[in-house]
């Protein structure tokens, strides 16, 4: 008996001592890990700003092409001039052989939402001055595309009127037609329908016959910050040319031509216009850390008084409550596995002259339902977040301030029962004209208002003023700069 | 030894429940990861349950470091400790890739 109980114990001993080994191995494993960088950056070309009288032979050449002085210094609220060029925003930078290139911003009078305007000027070692115009059209949320021209021949036919800019809404009215020499289009690929290359991009080629190639880095692509890569040997033995739509992203660009290299890709593509490096101003007025580009999807809202700061409230605007449901129509309380549940999710957005701001409700520590489901509250950028279905309702000059009072002085704690995101979207959407229901629901270890049948009472809504979109998507990006 | 086996087999069988079925979240609970760099330049917030990823963290610190190509703050770190006893999560520290980020204590 004694025997036996001496063995069990041993045994005990021993299965103890191997969770203990078990233990010690993965804590020595976090206490040896070395800090990893995940991409080493090792870019070092600055951005620098520059005045118009800096840049005079530039600048001459830009006046030459429009046969007029399109410089203005600040941004007038009226504009009477077909174009103009913003003379305080002007970057540029120097690569390493001492080529520079210089970035204008263009405008228009009438100009389409989804397009802005650059003129690039490359003033290379070898003295050779290639000015061009870039436009960045900008198709709904996904398609995005670019498209060169001569600088001359855009400017000028910009001026006489040409029926690609009319049909664009862009121009005013006359009857000259100018055919602008268009150098190319890229296209993302991600939203094309082009064919892949091979070597991590896609081939197109324009009528013609010049042949470019995109890489597809889809990490990052977004609005006015994506890389497209492009290069060729002019003639058959010119340097290659790279273009860049962001800031920052020589790296990649590096690898994007080290890779091609591996692959012995040097064929005869022609790029047009050539230029050595290409840096590209998008529709943000300065680069500082201050401004808010397109803040990350995802990335908690640190400042939400910044954050919102751009809506003029004095005038109304469209608010909108998106709701991913953990099953698309059903009112289910969650999916998926119990050992990594899919809850849904609930966020709201408002938009106002095209500035718009997406963001939810999140716990910002872990939950645990039935013993702990209360944590502080974090307001998150929701920008592009899934959705199977969405309401939207106009809301007064008045509705909007204490819209956004609301939301900047939401205090209260998260809670997976009583107030979570679907609580947080409802609370902000039914005291500005939203009618919906609070059907509460059940899951495991809780219950209360949650994405699954908040989701049908959306679908079931028939408030006069709501627009109801059933076919889901992703919710827009956050657009518009603050002041 | 019969005996030690049945132990051994009865844990080996709680530590695979505890690891890949609901018990992981009766457990565990429903997670909140969050990540930061150094100087918390950068600071995201994973939430599996409501959507939000690691592959969503982790884009957005590339987008991070490419609109911030000139920062010394480009190491990512997470935030939460891997903590052994915790054995429901032992797939996940010897497996996922948030656990081979370095870690730092998130100063707020």
Redesign the interface.
């Known amino acids: 008996m004694n025997l036996s109980k001496k063995h069990?114990l041993k045994?005990?001993l021993?299965?103890f001592v191997l969770?203990i080994g078990?233990?010690?191995l993965?804590?020595n494993?976090?206490k040896e890990?070395?800090?990893?960088?995940?991409?080493?950056?090792n870019?070092?070309?600055?951005v620098y700003s520059y005045e118009k009288q800096e840049v005079t032979q530039i600048t001459s050449i830009i006046e030459r092409a429009g046969k007029k002085d399109p410089f203005i210094k600040n941004k007038p609220s009226k504009v009477t001039e077909p174009y103009w060029i913003d003379e305080e925003n002007i970057f540029g930078v120097i690569d390493s052989v001492g080529n520079k290139t210089f970035v204008y911003r263009l405008y228009f009078n009438k100009m389409p939402e989804n397009t802005f305007y650059n003129i690039i000027v490359s003033e290379r070692v070898d003295n050779e001055i290639s000015p061009m115009v870039i436009a960045y059209e900008m198709d709904g949320e996904e398609k995005k595309s670019m498209k060169y021209y001569e600088l001359e021949s855009f400017l000028n036919s910009l001026i006489q009127i040409n029926n690609q800019a009319k049909n664009k809404g862009y121009a005013a009215s006359g009857d000259d037609i100018i055919d602008i020499t268009d150098c190319g289009e890229l296209t993302n690929p991600s939203s094309s329908n082009t064919s892949s290359s091979g070597y991590g991009g896609s081939n197109n080629n324009n009528s013609d016959g010049n042949s470019y190639t995109v890489q597809n880095y889809n990490?990052?692509v977004?609005f006015g910050?994506y890389?497209v890569y492009s290069w060729g040997s002019p003639g058959g033995g010119g340097s290659r040319v790279t273009i860049e739509v962001?800031?920052?992203?020589?790296?990649?660009i590096a690898n994007a031509l080290k890779e091609n290299a591996k692959k012995g890709d040097d064929d005869d593509r022609v790029i047009c216009p050539e230029g050595e490096l290409i840096i590209i101003v998008n529709s943000v007025d300065t680069w500082t850390?201050e401004t808010i580009?397109f803040a990350?999807?995802?990335?908690?809202i640190?400042d939400i008084d910044k954050h919102l700061d751009c809506f003029n409230i004095t005038q109304g605007a469209t608010l909108t409550i998106y709701v991913?449901q953990p099953v698309a129509n059903s009112s289910d309380t969650w999916s998926g596995?119990?050992?990594?549940?899919?809850?849904?999710?609930t966020f709201i957005s408002i938009s106002q002259n095209g500035i718009t701001r997406t963001l939810g409700f999140?716990?910002?520590?872990?939950?645990?339902?039935k013993?702990?489901n209360d944590?502080n509250g974090?307001l998150?950028d929701d920008s592009e977040?899934?959705y199977d279905v969405s309401a939207s309702r106009s809301i007064s000059a008045g509705q909007l301030t204490s819209l956004l009072t609301s939301i900047e002085s939401y205090g209260i704690d998260y809670n997976?029962e009583h107030n979570n995101?679907s609580d947080f979207g409802l609370f902000m959407v039914n005291q500005r004209g939203f009618n919906l229901s609070d059907t509460s629901g059940n899951w495991?270890g809780g219950s209360g208002t949650n994405p699954g049948n908040l989701g049908q009472d959306l679908r079931s809504d028939t408030t006069t003023g709501s627009t109801i979109s059933k076919t889901g998507g992703k919710a827009p990006k956050n657009s518009g700069t603050c002041p | 030894m019969k005996k030690m086996t049945i132990s051994i087999l009865i844990i080996v069988l709680i530590i695979l429940l505890a690891n890949y079925t609901g018990l992981k979240t009766v457990l565990g609970g429903l997670p909140v990861y969050k990540y930061a760099t150094e100087s918390n330049e950068f600071v995201d917030t994973e939430i599996l349950w409501k959507g939000l990823n690691f592959e969503n963290t982790l884009s957005n610190f590339k987008k991070f470091k490419v609109e911030n190509p000139n920062t010394n703050d480009a190491v990512l770190y997470r935030t939460f400790k891997i903590e052994p006893l915790k054995f429901w999560n032992w797939h996940d520290y010897l497996t996922h890739e948030r656990y081979k980020l370095p870690y730092k204590e998130i100063i707020k």
């Open positions: 069990q045994n005990y021993r299965i969770l078990v233990s010690t993965l804590w494993c976090e890990e070395e800090p990893v960088l995940l991409e080493q950056s870019s070092k070309i600055k990490t990052y977004s910050s890389n962001g800031i920052g992203s020589f790296e990649y850390t580009l990350n999807p995802g990335q908690e640190t991913d596995s119990a050992s990594s549940p899919d809850v849904g999710h999140y716990p910002d520590g872990g939950i645990k339902p013993i702990s944590a974090i998150v977040h899934p997976l995101c495991p």
